[in-house]
């Protein structure tokens, strides 16, 4: 069955959950300690925002355009931006690393391993529209547009690298 368009939503990472939740710490003990009552709430409000706010990809498969989206509850927002011509679908392994400071200038490193699902168009240039940790999720989401778009996905994810369908 053919769709009329997907929505592609990422798992938030590991750090930026991180930082929502100690958000929400520092918001509950400001509010109770008596700290700062109007800091503890706003505190509170601006991570209920990060946690609730989820962000993707929304492709539409008739008008070929696709937009990167930021979802809070029923509200979707994202600038729609017309797709060019796509060569095939393109499955690659990636690792995302994020720094983390603190005040003393101590530096933590987090890395997390991901599968990107690109886009590849003109002079092989990618736009990346989905990422994930979990190869069947990645490889599901793949098919899903290669049906709808009728290309190719190219697995690049290990040394063996192959076509697919």
């Not at 008008?63 to 796509?86: H, Q, T």
């Not at 240039?125 to 899903?144: M, W």
Request: glycine share 4%; proline share 1%.
């Amino acid at each position: 069955m053919i769709e009329k368009s997907v929505i592609l939503k990422e798992k938030k990472p590991f750090t930026y959950q991180i930082s929502a939740f100690t958000l929400l710490i520092f918001g509950i003990l400001f509010i109770f300690s008596g700290f700062s009552y109007f800091l503890g709430v706003l505190l509170c409000l601006i991570s209920a925002f990060f946690i609730i706010m989820i962000r993707g990809t929304e492709i539409d498969f008739n008008k070929k355009r696709y937009r990167k989206i930021k979802i809070f509850g029923k509200f979707v927002s994202g600038k729609w931006l017309n797709l060019p011509e796509i060569k095939y679908i393109s499955l690659f392994r990636a690792i995302m690393t994020q720094e983390l400071k603190s005040v003393r200038t101590v530096k933590t490193e987090i890395s997390e391993k991901y599968i990107l699902i690109n886009l590849i168009h003109e002079n092989n240039k990618r736009l990346t529209v989905y990422k994930t940790q979990n190869f069947e999720d990645a490889l599901n989401k793949a098919k899903l547009i290669s049906k709808n778009f009728k290309i190719k996905i190219y697995d690049a994810t290990s040394k063996d690298k192959k076509w697919l369908n």
